[in-house]
């Protein structure tokens, strides 16, 4: 079945680390997202990437970083600029340069620092 | 920019109760609209779309109306169940690359 894949479900990070969150689809769309969700502020969006070897940022990049080297895979690393990174990271992808098509999400992964 | 407010919640029913969960957007442009519904720790899923003025999206019971003159695409349910209870996003396209803007969501628990 397409979809897309999140892992790991679970991390923890250590002060001053970074670190990185896999984000693979095998629905051949050229858009892809990446959201943070902290609770009662719903979705915020952190980098977006509409084709191969292109992304913007989003409306909270720093601490952030991206890389588009295939059309399947979208990684997020978090770095440890980022002061307080402590969430629930959503991935996200689109079938089209289309307003009428929805996004597709994975299922998460929650970071936690420890 | 584009938004979308949504009715601050939480929102807690009696099981076969009528649910509605209040959205609206900015009218700029001519967006489609969504509902998303997310369960406890994982992502987010489409529920149901429109695309137009006055098309109504309907899925599992649940049905929202694209309704331009008011800017609003609210969110109905005639009989919530127990299964029901998640968090509720309201969303629209829009701006030069189609990006989804989404509402605050909505948390709704439906009790026994």
């Known amino acids: 079945d397409g979809g897309i894949t999140q892992s790991p479900k679970y991390l923890f990070r250590k002060e001053g680390q970074n670190v990185t969150l896999s984000c693979e689809q095998n629905?051949?769309?050229?858009?892809m997202y990446w959201y943070r969700q902290d609770p009662g502020q719903g979705l915020r969006l952190i980098y977006y990437?509409?084709?191969?070897?292109?992304?913007q940022k989003g409306d909270i990049a720093e601490g952030y970083s991206v890389s588009r080297e295939k059309k399947e895979s979208f990684p997020l690393t978090v770095t440890s600029a980022q002061k307080n990174p402590t969430a629930f990271y959503l991935c996200?992808?689109?079938?089209?340069?289309?307003?009428?098509?929805?996004?597709?999400f994975g299922s998460g992964t929650r970071l936690t620092v420890v | 920019g584009d938004s979308v407010t949504q009715m601050e919640g939480p929102v807690t029913l009696s099981e076969e109760a009528f649910l509605t969960i209040n959205c609206t957007y900015t009218?700029?442009?001519?967006?489609?609209l969504f509902w998303y519904v997310q369960y406890p720790g994982e992502g987010l899923q489409l529920l149901l779309k429109?695309?137009?003025?006055?098309d109504k999206g309907s899925n599992k019971g649940f049905e929202a109306t694209y309704r331009k003159e008011t800017t609003s695409f609210h969110l109905e349910k005639g009989s919530v169940q127990v299964s029901d209870s998640a968090v509720y996003f309201c969303?629209?396209?829009?701006?030069?690359?189609?990006?989804?803007?989404f509402g605050k969501g909505t948390l709704l628990t439906v009790n026994p």
């Open positions: 629905l051949n769309h050229d858009a």
């Open positions: 009218a700029t442009g001519y967006p489609s």
């Open positions: 429109a695309t137009k003025a006055d």
């Open positions: 996200a992808s689109r079938a089209s340069d289309s307003p009428s098509y929805g996004y597709t």
């Open positions: 990437s509409q084709i191969v070897n292109d992304f």
């Open positions: 969303a629209r396209s829009g701006g030069s690359n189609y990006k989804l803007t």
